[in-house]
């Protein structure tokens, strides 16, 4: 028996949709395993049973924004299992489909009609003197951020052992190229294709204005270390989960050796979601 993933937002439309898309499934034949959107929180939940079985299913529909999105892509962990969006309001970047489309979308994928397309992610390592603590997986981007009332933080920053430089500002985005759409674009960042090898590094209102946006190699091991008088600092992976961190801490950020995969129907094309998305000239979605 076939079975797939059902990743939910927490929206009585989201909700109501997803009631008739699990029913018209079963009569499919398909098995369902339905998993409603976690809250973004400030600390890591590391003991959450997901019930994902990379062996027996063969994708995740996700019915909800980008947000949403990010929330299923940790709830899958490492496993190799294509997902597809499905977005309800506001266009996302992730998202493949309309809800609209949701019941045809979804028999191209049983039919098996559909191309597979890898997006790069991020292992997220936290040492904390000198003894591994955390370790977590980002599609988008991990933010070290200043609370509300910290000062300008100090951010010492190496690449592969060399040390770059000490960003005197409100924070540090380190995002995938998927990322460079998402809070990287808010700050200033390019917008870079999904298709190209590259880590993001970026300083969010950088007291030296000569600091800008630096993309490195994908093969780049990024350290992040905090100035010694560093208070109310928090590291943030896509949005959804994070923690404090002390200066006594060190980041080790680097490329995943697990990518994300994403289902791509025919005649979708990337451009067409950015140009809506940015409201560039041309049509509309």
Same mark, same amino acid.
């Given at each position: 028996?076939?079975?797939?993933? %059902?990743?939910?937002?927490?929206?009585? @439309?989201?909700?109501?949709?997803?009631? /008739?898309?699990?029913?018209?499934?079963?009569?499919?034949?398909?098995?369902?395993?339905?998993?409603? /959107?976690?809250?973004?929180?400030? &600390?890591?939940? =590391?003991?959450?049973? #997901? &019930?994902?079985?990379?062996?027996?299913?063969?994708?995740?529909?996700?019915?909800?924004?980008?947000?949403?999105?990010?929330?299923? *892509?940790?709830?899958?962990?490492?496993?190799?299992?294509?997902?597809?969006?499905?977005?309800?309001?506001?266009?996302?970047?992730? @998202?493949?489909?309309?809800?609209?489309?949701?019941? =045809?979308?979804?028999?191209?994928?049983?039919?098996? $009609?559909?191309?597979?397309? *890898?997006?790069?992610?991020?292992?997220?390592?936290?040492? *904390?003197?000198?003894?591994?603590?955390?370790?977590?997986?980002?599609? !988008? $981007?991990?933010?070290? !951020?200043?609370?509300?009332?910290?000062?300008?933080? !100090?951010?010492? =920053?190496?690449? $592969?052992?060399?040390?770059?430089? =000490?960003?005197?500002?409100? &924070?540090?985005?380190?995002?995938?190229?998927? +990322?460079?759409?998402?809070?990287?674009?808010?700050?200033?960042?390019?917008?870079?294709?999904?298709?190209?090898?590259?880590?993001?590094? #970026?300083?969010?209102?950088?007291?030296? %204005?000569? !600091?800008?946006?630096?993309?490195?190699?994908? #093969?780049?091991?990024?350290?992040?270390?905090? +100035?010694?008088? @560093?208070?109310?600092?928090? @590291?943030?992976?896509?949005?959804?989960?994070?923690?404090?961190?002390?200066?006594?801490?060190?980041?080790?950020?680097?490329?995943?050796?697990?990518? %994300?995969?994403?289902?791509?129907?025919?005649g979708h094309n990337y451009f067409d979601i950015l140009k809506a998305k940015l409201r560039w000239s041309g049509g509309r979605i």
């Amino acid at each position: 028996m076939k079975q797939i993933g %059902l990743f939910v937002k927490q929206d009585s @439309a989201a909700q109501k949709t997803a009631d /008739a898309f699990e029913k018209w499934l079963q009569k499919k034949n398909v098995a369902v395993i339905r998993q409603n /959107a976690f809250q973004p929180q400030l &600390g890591l939940q =590391t003991d959450r049973d #997901t &019930g994902v079985n990379p062996e027996t299913m063969l994708c995740v529909f996700v019915l909800g924004g980008d947000g949403t999105f990010l929330s299923a *892509s940790r709830w899958i962990g490492e496993a190799s299992i294509p997902m597809i969006g499905v977005k309800f309001g506001d266009i996302g970047f992730l @998202a493949e489909i309309a809800e609209d489309s949701l019941f =045809t979308a979804a028999q191209t994928v049983l039919d098996r $009609d559909f191309e597979v397309e *890898s997006r790069a992610r991020l292992k997220v390592r936290i040492f *904390s003197q000198g003894r591994l603590c955390v370790e977590e997986t980002v599609l !988008n $981007d991990v933010v070290i !951020n200043k609370g509300a009332l910290a000062r300008l933080a !100090n951010i010492e =920053t190496c690449i $592969d052992d060399h040390y770059l430089t =000490t960003y005197r500002s409100d &924070g540090l985005i380190v995002s995938t190229p998927t +990322g460079s759409t998402a809070y990287c674009l808010a700050a200033g960042g390019p917008v870079v294709h999904p298709a190209v090898e590259g880590i993001l590094v #970026t300083p969010i209102c950088p007291f030296t %204005l000569t !600091n800008r946006v630096l993309i490195v190699p994908a #093969t780049s091991r990024i350290q992040i270390r905090l +100035g010694e008088k @560093a208070a109310d600092i928090v @590291a943030t992976f896509d949005g959804q989960q994070g923690l404090e961190i002390a200066p006594t801490d060190t980041l080790l950020i680097e490329k995943s050796p697990s990518p %994300l995969k994403l289902i791509k129907l025919p005649g979708h094309n990337y451009f067409d979601i950015l140009k809506a998305k940015l409201r560039w000239s041309g049509g509309r979605i």
